[in-house]
């Protein structure tokens, strides 16, 4: 009987220390799955920084619709908030059901040029670190970057486009000019696999948007009084700069989320130390711009021009937003002066083009986005030939795009309002609304 018993405790042993002997890696594996208090604070404090950043980003909207409201005649207001807003929830369906799996097609994409993942976003849990993103909080902050893609044309259409057609362009760069010219560089493509850099999207958000403008504005013509005969312009002010000056003021702040928001993490010392310091160069380029351009167009046209001080700020702005990671404090007044100076020239080049564009987007964002994608090679470090191509091959992507839509609306009779109906508003004309109620706003311009 003992030595029945010692068999069967030595059997109980053996199968004790088998089990300990495969456990280690299923009890590693559990321990592993359990993060650290610090990790877990490090993922809330780095998702909800991206957050409050998407949230900023999100407030540009209402900047750009007042900029573009108070430079535009007061018969259109309306017409103008109207696709600001649409721009927003058109554009926030549209990248959440295609855009985003196409600026984000992980594995699935052919060649660097074209990819699509999957529909919608994911609500897996990601690894619980430091850096770690929920694709939720990288949704709302990459979908308020499209928004502000599609919102820059507003204004370089204002007063003449039918709204149907705003529509429809406003959803094709939404869910897909954007997404695939996005992804090029920021989802893995071939002109990040070049080593372009653009950090916060000088030319994939701002030269993209501006281009596109650049081609409605040219597919719509001037609006009626724009230009004389002999090709002499006329100037047809806004109708509220204390708007305009208010939007400015909430684009500059929405910018703290724009730019540093890009870095997508705060924790740790290196990058809260590359927050700040693309915070102070977003601020010295902006007002670099400002004064730059009032001191150039005071110059040119012996007068301090508001509207070209504020275009000047959002120039630098644009200019500053591909290299503010990897310029020096001293290189971002360079290049938001240089801003400042591009938005001047720009205008004046639109006027003797006869290419009107009641906001400025062009020169703003199309030319600045440019530059600033130069800039990050001239004083940034960054690869000449890539820089070189990129600056040139997303807004040609952006103009060509629009500009065959625009023709193929055109060629439908539905781009642009009757002259009658842009004589009235498009307030009245396209929505039977007015924003200023009692007021007789009916003009000719």
């Not at 959440?96 to 799996?101: H, K, N, R, S």
């Amino acid at each position: 009987m003992k030595s029945f018993l010692s068999k069967s405790g030595a059997i109980a042993a053996g199968l004790l220390v088998a089990a300990a002997i495969l456990s280690p890696p299923l009890l590693a594996e559990t321990a592993a799955a359990a993060p650290t208090p610090d990790a877990v604070n490090a993922f809330a404090i780095d998702n909800f920084f991206l957050f409050i950043c998407a949230v900023l980003v999100l407030f540009m909207q209402a900047g750009f619709a007042l900029v573009e409201t108070g430079l535009n005649a007061a018969k259109n207001t309306v017409n103008i908030l109207f696709k600001n807003l649409m721009d927003m929830a058109i554009g926030a369906i549209l990248f959440y059901f295609i855009g985003y799996g196409m600026m984000y097609p992980g594995d699935a994409f052919s060649g660097g040029f074209f990819g699509f993942g999957s529909w919608g976003i994911t609500t897996d849990m990601p690894d619980i670190a430091a850096g770690s993103l929920y694709p939720a909080v990288d949704f709302l902050f990459q979908v308020a970057f499209a928004a502000t893609a599609a919102t820059i044309v507003s204004g370089a259409v204002a007063g003449r486009m039918q709204f149907r057609s705003y529509l429809i362009y406003s959803a094709v760069i939404s869910g897909l000019v954007y997404p695939i010219s996005g992804f090029w560089q920021w989802g893995g493509g071939w002109l990040n696999a070049m080593g372009f850099h653009d950090f916060a999207g000088s030319l994939v958000v701002h030269a993209l948007g501006g281009f596109a403008g650049l081609a409605g504005a040219i597919v719509l013509g001037p609006r009626l009084g724009r230009f004389n005969e002999d090709g002499s312009p006329n100037a047809m002010p806004g109708h509220n700069l204390a708007l305009s000056t208010l939007g400015v003021f909430i684009l500059l702040v929405g910018w703290y989320g724009f730019n540093p928001g890009s870095q997508l993490a705060i924790v740790g010392g290196d990058n809260t130390a590359a927050v700040m310091k693309i915070a102070v160069n977003t601020t010295l380029a902006a007002c670099a711009g400002a004064v730059v351009a009032m001191i150039f167009a005071w110059g040119l046209f012996k007068k301090p021009d508001l509207t070209m001080a504020l275009n000047g700020m959002l120039a630098g702005l644009v200019a500053i937003t591909a290299n503010c990671d990897v310029v020096s404090y001293n290189a971002s007044l360079i290049i938001g002066a240089v801003g400042g100076v591009l938005v001047v020239l720009g205008i004046m080049l639109l006027d003797k083009l006869r290419i009107d564009d009641p906001v400025g987007a062009w020169p703003v964002h199309g030319l600045n986005g440019i530059w600033g994608g130069i800039a990050a090679w001239i004083f940034g470090g960054q690869p000449m030939v890539a820089q070189i191509t990129g600056s040139l091959v997303i807004p040609a992507w952006g103009f060509g795009t629009m500009l065959v839509l625009f023709l193929i609306l055109k060629a439908m009779g539905i781009l642009r309002v009757h002259k009658d109906e842009e004589m009235k508003g498009l307030d009245i004309s396209e929505h039977e609304e007015e924003a200023y109620y009692g007021f007789d706003i009916y003009t000719t311009q």
